[in-house]
């Protein structure tokens, strides 16, 4: 399993102020969090892991089209939904 996981002060410094913000932590950022440990648990892998912390960075940057949900793990629609509707901008 790989592991790398991006802790709240790197979202909050990285996301909001790429998006015109002063880098205030937020509830979306722990509502993005929940969307990243519930694919964990179902995936047992994170949602955005890449080889490096810059592709990591890069597929956060790009989830809307870097969220890929593995047909091998059969998973209802419902938790997809839901796993979605978390990792989302706002």
């Known amino acids: 399993m790989h592991c790398q996981c991006i802790v709240s002060e790197v979202y909050e410094s990285f996301l909001p102020r790429s998006q015109g913000g002063e880098g205030e932590y937020g ?13 964990e648990m179902l995936y047992g892998e994170t949602p955005f892991y890449a080889e490096s912390l810059v592709g990591t960075y890069g597929k956060i940057m790009d989830h809307k089209n870097a969220l890929e949900f593995p047909e091998d793990v059969q998973i209802s629609k419902q938790a997809e939904s839901i796993i979605r509707a978390f990792l989302t901008d706002r």
């Open 27 to 39: 509830r979306e950022c722990d509502w993005w969090s929940v969307g990243c440990v519930l694919y």
